[in-house]
Every structure is written in C-alpha cells, then in structure tokens.
C-alpha cells in the first residue's frame, strides 16, 4: 500500500478553500465543480480529534466511489471521477491529494440528514429507552439494545454546523424541504439503504443504520452527495458476530467512541489525542470494512 502516512489537513494555494468540514476540506474549482478531499482526521461526539487515523480518508473515498456507482440505477449522484490521474493539473501536482480526492458537481444541498435505521442503537436506542419512539415513531415494546426492526425506518435530522445533528419528525421535516421533496427524499433514502444492506450481508456485514445527504443540481434534479456508506456515516457490524442485547464489534469509529467513553473528558473539545494502539487498531477496521464490501482483498493500492 503506498501513501501510508495520515493526512490531517491539505494546503491547495492554487485553489480556494471553500470549506473545511470535520473530516473533508473541499476546494472550487470553477463555478460547476468542486474538489471533495477527504483527510485523516476523526469526528466522535462532534469533536476532531488531534489524532488522525492512517489511510481513514482514502477508505471514504474509495467506499464512497464504490457505492455511487453501484447505486447509479437508483439515484443519480454527484461525483465526477475519483480517478486521480483525471484530475485537473492542479490537483494532479500535490501527490499527496492521490486516492483521497473527488471531482464533483456542485449542488444547492438539502439542509438535511436522512437518517435510515435498520436496527436500534445510539441516539435511537436512547430515545427508544426513553419514550419508546425514535423521532416520534412508534415501536414495538421490549426491543433490546440492537436489536433488528421489522422494517428500516426513516429518522431524519437536522444537518448542523457545529455541534448535534437533532432529530426531527416527519412533519418537521416536511416543512424544511416541501411536501413533494421530502416524499422523494425519503423514499429515496429507504431504497438505497434497503438495496445497500440487501448487499452487504451478502459480504458478512450489517449495515445498521447510516445517513446520507443530497442536493439539487440547476435543472432541478435530486443527486446523491457527499460521501455515502463508509465507517464514517454507517454502523458496520460483523455479521458473523450479531447477538442483540449489547454493544456489536464493529467496522467503524464506534471503536473510538467506547475507548473516549472509559476517559475523563466532557466530551467538550479540545477532544484527547488516541493511543498509537488505538489509531492503528482504528484504521485496520476501515481497511477491513473497504476489502470486505468490495471484495478487494489487496488494500487500497495508490
């Protein structure tokens, strides 16, 4: 595997940064494309954390371009290519950019998170403790922790700039976007969960829960953004290993999340900086969670 070493953050001179997100700096490159790079860094409980995880950003982008594409007959999507040598000159000339960067379209993004639950953990599981709903949806009494629901259900958020995505109702989600779009959205949203999760068992995976984001380009369509069913924005369970009732091994940050868990920090930043042992053992479940969805068993090859 080359380009081994963590990129935590990017320096593009030649190009205006338009954004630096929790785990991606994006750059204009003219008025219809962007450049998504996607960094080593790490959000857990809406807290970078100063320790970057070695090759996390080539695993969202090389996820994120496998399910564009395979996704393509259900949603049309945002990327342009993920083909580093395709890339404009500028971008072709900082190496370090290589497997962690993505041409796309610009959009008009929806203010949303479309949250789609396959099973009951994290903010769900609490509020399902709590009130026995999640996002004012009924559900079944005496479900355990992890457990799989009857039938995916759609729990969107609001998309926050800082600190918490909230979770919102339908009714309340209607009202940001539109009868119609919020309808589209979510049907959408269950279809590529339905169809991504259908898939993903078959490569000894859960996909539990994830979120996804769109956009509209200027002729008004509906287009898949952002990065799409990575560790980052998924619950990746090892299905060999499912047992309800508790915490499941995982295939993403959640592994981070419990080791912040057993510290003494407010979860307030400056976030604590991750063990060498933890970073490490961090980025061999991304890697493992690219080979086992993809099939490419050789690591993600510069």
């Excluded at 918490?164 to 339908?170: A, G, K, L, M, P």
């Excluded at 309340?172 to 993903?200: C, N, P, Q, V, W």
């Excluded at 995976?205 to 200027?218: Q, S, V």
């Amino acid at each position: 595997m080359t380009g081994t070493s963590a990129v935590s953050e990017t320096e593009i001179p030649e190009l205006t940064l338009a954004h630096r997100g929790k785990v991606r700096d994006v750059y204009d490159i003219d008025d219809q494309t962007l450049l998504f790079v996607a960094t080593d860094r790490l959000s857990a409980f809406d807290c970078i954390l100063p320790t970057p995880i070695p090759n996390k950003g080539r695993v969202l982008t090389a996820l994120s371009e496998f399910w564009f594409k395979k996704l393509e007959g259900i949603v049309d999507h945002h990327m342009i290519t993920a083909d580093f040598n395709k890339m404009p000159d500028v971008v072709r000339k900082h190496e370090e950019l290589r497997g962690r960067s993505m041409l796309v379209k610009k959009t008009k993004v929806f203010p949303v998170e479309c949250v789609v639950r396959g099973y009951i953990e994290g903010s769900g599981w609490k509020d399902y403790k709590t009130s026995g709903k999640i996002c004012g949806k009924d559900l079944p009494k005496d479900l355990k922790q992890c457990d799989k629901l009857l039938n995916p259900i759609f729990t969107p958020a609001t998309k926050a700039a800082t600190g918490h995505d909230e979770n919102i109702n339908q009714i309340e989600f209607m009202k940001i976007l539109g009868h119609d779009t919020a309808t589209e959205l979510k049907r959408l949203s269950k279809e590529i969960y339905t169809t991504a999760a259908d898939y993903a068992i078959t490569r000894g995976i859960i996909i539990a829960d994830t979120k996804f984001e769109f956009g509209e380009d200027k002729k008004g369509n509906i287009l898949l953004i952002d990065e799409v069913l990575t560790p980052d924005s998924s619950r990746f369970w090892d299905a060999a290993s499912y047992e309800p009732g508790h915490n499941q091994p995982s295939f993403d940050k959640q592994f981070v999340r419990e080791y912040l868990e057993t510290l003494d920090w407010d979860k307030t930043p400056p976030a604590p900086p991750l063990p060498d042992d933890i970073a490490e053992a961090t980025s061999q479940r991304y890697l493992k969670a690219y080979e086992l969805i993809t099939g490419n068993s050789r690591g993600l090859l510069g």
